[in-house]
């Protein structure tokens, strides 16, 4: 007894049960969840040692304003470290005029109200730098979801006109695809497209000016999803 294989679906349909192919989109516009900031910290010497201590002062004086604020700072992180010479630019050999060091501190909070205050506090201290704030969604933001939820019923309601436009009905989802997810190559088609969400935001530098009020920018995600139905047959005879 032999077992028969079944048979590969046609690639593009047959006239007993034809293929629609559509693309489905979606645009939200939602608040944004976190807001970054980059400060950077710095100091100067006539000789290593004091550079080291007046930055490492520093330093100490800038964490410890950031933690107070509690809650509001959801991440804070150290980033680049550097100590470096200054070289006089005139008279033979190489002769050190002064030490210039550095140290860089990402701060990200959900307060928004805080983040005002905080990047105030933190460009009147002595030799910091303030850089942002950069508006984002978290990774795992509901808004992301809900914009390829959107994306797919779009595709699937585009489906159902085009379907409904010739006579016929949808009978089945053949594919929805996602970003890098596999096709059939044995059909000679292109990548069948993909689904993304993306968060969109301008980057504004905060000004240093007491009293500073930062409205957060509403974030642009972006959803697209290809699709392929099969439907009914056609009534072509109107």
Sequence with gaps: MTTDSPTPAPPYGT??????????EARLEVDPEIARIGVTIG???????TALDDLTRRNAEALALIKSYGDAVEKLETGAFSISPELTKHGR???????????????????????????????????????GPWWALRPDSP????????????????AREYAEALGARLAALV??????????VDYGMAP????????????????AAPALDLEPQRQTVYAQVNARFTMTPPDLSA
């Design 93 to 131: 050999g190489e002769r050190i005029r002064a030490y210039h060091g550095r140290v860089h501190l990402t701060v990200e909070l959900t307060d928004f109200t805080a983040l005002g205050e905080l990047t105030t506090r933190l460009a009147d201290l002595d030799l910091t730098q303030v850089g």
């Design 43 to 49: 100091a100067r010497g006539t000789d290593r040692r």
């Design 143 to 158: 808004a992301h979801g809900e914009a390829r939820r959107q994306a797919v019923r779009e595709a699937v309601q585009r």
């Design 192 to 207: 069948a497209g993909a689904l993304r969400s993306r968060s969109f935001g301008s980057t504004e530098a905060a000004d």
């Design 15 to 24: 006239p007993d049960t034809p293929r629609v192919a559509v693309r489905g």
């Design 175 to 184: 594919e929805l695809a996602d970003l890098g997810a596999e096709t059939p």
